[in-house]
């Protein structure tokens, strides 16, 4: 008897990380056979998706709707985990992932006892603090929260992070090891003799392209033969694009938007530049190095798990404009250092097949199915 999966996200209409690759595990999932996978998002029903759906996928939107206030986020929860529980039961589901939804969080381990519970992480450890921060000014009422959201997560049947330094930093028994995946391999001959850096993400607060602005107005005053390209759409794009006007970068930073055809990119860059403040394990990162693509990044969770100091490529330890741009300067300088690098990441890349990942998620759900037998839901 096949397996009923739900998975729940945020969001399907806007293009990023965890949307891309929850909609590649769950295609995948559909297509093995064994099992029957279902999709929940918040939003409407005729939301369209940026990423293609497998047909046999059955979709449903929670409009949680409401202010950002204490209680509003209150009936948020209350009302996306009324709503999940019915889906639950309507579909007899055997298994739910939530796979970086908001609200469930903290009240899914609680409710329809019947089924197993996944929660998986997109964000690091690390970067959950930095939000914390970010969200909550009360250092009393960061700190309950942190205790209640440990609380809930241990609850969970399996949490899974995508890094072994975000294990221990839970410091919980029930978590386990996963990574992300990538669709994309070795894309042809390695362009050592290209002048170009790569840069891809969401132009939000998390990815500070205005840090790598910054470094690059050091790196253009030693290398001003040498562009960076920026892929990419959000809410600081005007922000960034006054930034690089202000420091007369505009023939060498160049923000190029989304892009449908990613490979070219990699395939015609030099190495590739991360100024992000927190990560749980960039796909960006994976997809580069599986191109064979040396990286530049600062030294935390994620990020740090990818790249192999001065092997795959180079670990700023200080956030600062001038730190990243000797590491950048570094690669520019040292074709040689690129080359061996090259050979590094793709040596490194072979533990992020699609295949290798997947099979780890087909064997854990089959030892949940071992367990339950049938469907249990109630």
């Not at 049947?157 to 028994?173: G, M, Y």
Request: glycine share 6%; proline share 2%.
């Amino acid at each position: 008897m096949r397996m009923n999966i739900l998975y729940v996200i945020p969001n399907i209409n806007v293009a990023g990380g965890i949307s891309r690759i929850v909609i590649d595990k769950i295609n995948y999932l559909s297509k093995a056979g064994k099992f029957k996978i279902f999709l929940c998002y918040y939003g409407n029903e005729n939301d369209k998706s940026v990423y293609q759906i497998d047909d046999k996928i059955q979709l449903h939107a929670i409009k949680a709707t409401g202010k950002n206030s204490i209680f509003g986020r209150i009936k948020k929860v209350i009302f996306a985990t009324n709503e999940i529980r019915r889906f639950i039961k309507d579909n007899k589901i055997d298994v739910i992932v939530n796979a970086n939804a908001q609200y469930l969080l903290w009240t899914l381990p609680f409710v329809c006892k019947g089924i197993k519970k996944v929660h998986e992480f997109h964000f690091s450890y690390q970067g959950q603090l930095i939000l914390d921060l970010q969200t909550f000014r009360n250092p009393i009422l960061r700190n309950v929260l942190r205790g209640f959201r440990s609380f809930c997560i241990s609850h969970f049947d399996k949490a899974i992070v995508l890094t072994p330094s975000d294990k221990e930093n839970w410091h919980l028994k029930n978590i386990e090891v996963i990574p992300n995946f990538t669709n994309i391999s070795y894309c042809g001959d390695y362009s050592i003799e290209s002048k170009t850096a790569l840069s891809i993400g969401r132009l939000e607060h998390q990815k500070d392209f205005q840090l790598m602005v910054k470094a690059w107005k050091i790196v253009n005053q030693k290398h001003s033969d040498w562009h960076l390209n920026i892929f990419g759409e959000g809410s600081m794009k005007k922000e960034i694009e006054e930034l690089i006007v202000k420091y007369g970068l505009e023939q060498n930073v160049f923000l190029k938007g989304n892009t449908t055809n990613v490979i070219h990119e990699y395939s015609n860059s030099s190495f590739f530049v991360s100024s992000s403040r927190y990560e749980g394990l960039p796909l960006v990162l994976i997809e580069a190095q599986c191109c064979g693509l040396p990286c530049v990044g600062f030294d935390i969770t994620g990020v740090s798990d990818m790249i192999k100091d001065n092997e795959t490529g180079i670990l700023v330890k200080e956030r600062t404009p001038e730190q990243l741009a000797l590491g950048i300067c570094k690669l520019i300088e040292n074709p040689n250092l690129r080359e061996s690098m090259h050979q590094n990441t793709l040596l490194d890349s072979e533990q992020y097949t699609k295949e290798y990942v997947m099979g780890k998620w087909i064997s854990l759900f089959e030892k949940f199915n071992a367990v339950n037998g049938t469907s249990n839901q109630g």
